[in-house]
C-alpha cells in the first residue's frame, strides 16, 4: 500500500547539534513537503520539492535545510538545532497522474531539542 | 495561518447534531483541501475540492473560489467525528497552505 513513512518518530537532540529528518514515499508523487506544527499555528509550511533535486523555501524556512535525493527521499535538516525548533514535524507526498494535489501525510516525528 | 483563516477555533457538539465549519482565504485559491486529525495525531485527507461541492457520507463540502471561502458541514455528528479540522489552500498547485484548525469535541 503506498505510504508516506517518517523516521524517526521521536527525537531528542542537544541545543547545537545536528539533526536529520526523513521521509519516504512510495505514491509515486512528484511533490513533497515538510511542515511543523505547534499550538496555535496549525501546519506551517517550511520547505517543499517537484521533483528530485529541486527544493524550494516555504514561509519558515530559517534553520532548515531540505534535501530531494531522489523521487521517493525528501530531508529535512538542522544543522544547529535550537530550543525553538522543538515541534512536531510532518512529511507528505502529493501530485497524482491526473494533476490533482492531494495530500498524504507522514505519521510526524517529535522532535524535542534540550 | 494569516492566508487561511478557520472559524470557530474550538467547537462541542452533542453527538446526533449538525454544525459547520469555515475556512475563509486572503489568497486567490484555486483548490482547498479539508483535513482531520485524530486524537492519535494521524492526518487524514477527507476533501480534496476545486469549486464547487463534494459529499462523503455525513460530510459535506463547498468551496466558493469568487468568494475566497470554504465550509465543511457535519451531519448527525458521532463521537469518532472528534479531533482537529484542518482547511489547506492552494493557487494555482502552489505549497498548501494551512489554517491553525478548529477543534471539535463531540460528547454523548
Known amino acids: 500500500e503506498a505510504a508516506v513513512t517518517q523516521s524517526p518518530r521521536n527525537k531528542v537532540a542537544v541545543t547545537g547539534g545536528k539533526v536529520t529528518l526523513s521521509c519516504n514515499q512510495t505514491?509515486?508523487?512528484?511533490?513533497m513537503y515538510w511542515y511543523r506544527q505547534d499550538t496555535g499555528h496549525g501546519l506551517r509550511l517550511i520547505h517543499y520539492?517537484?521533483?528530485?533535486?529541486?527544493?524550494e523555501k516555504g514561509d519558515i524556512p530559517d534553520g532548515y535545510k531540505a534535501s530531494r535525493p531522489s523521487q521517493e527521499n525528501f530531508s529535512l535538516i538542522l544543522e544547529l538545532a535550537t530550543p525553538s525548533q522543538t515541534s512536531v514535524y510532518f512529511c507528505?507526498?502529493?501530485?497524482?497522474?491526473?494533476?490533482?494535489?492531494?495530500?498524504?501525510f507522514g505519521a510526524g516525528t517529535r522532535l524535542s531539542v534540550l | 495561518g494569516d492566508k487561511v483563516k478557520q472559524s470557530p477555533s474550538a467547537l462541542s457538539l452533542q453527538e446526533g447534531t449538525n454544525s459547520a465549519l469555515r475556512c475563509n482565504f486572503s489568497i486567490a485559491a484555486t483548490t482547498v483541501q479539508w483535513f482531520l486529525q485524530n486524537p492519535r495525531g494521524s492526518l487524514i485527507n477527507l476533501f480534496y475540492?476545486?469549486?464547487g461541492t463534494k459529499e462523503n457520507g455525513r460530510l459535506k463540502s463547498a468551496f466558493d473560489s469568487k468568494e475566497s471561502y470554504s465550509t465543511l458541514h457535519i451531519r448527525d455528528a458521532q463521537l469518532e467525528d472528534s479531533g482537529t479540522y484542518f482547511c489547506?489552500?492552494?493557487?494555482?498547485?502552489?505549497?498548501?497552505?494551512f489554517g491553525a484548525g478548529t477543534k471539535l469535541s463531540v460528547k454523548p
Open positions: 505514491n509515486n508523487h512528484n511533490n
Open positions: 475540492l476545486v469549486p
Open positions: 489547506a489552500a492552494s493557487n494555482n498547485n502552489n505549497a498548501p497552505r
Open positions: 507528505a507526498s502529493g501530485g497524482d497522474r491526473e494533476g490533482q494535489n492531494t495530500l498524504y
Open positions: 520539492s517537484y521533483g528530485a533535486g529541486s527544493t
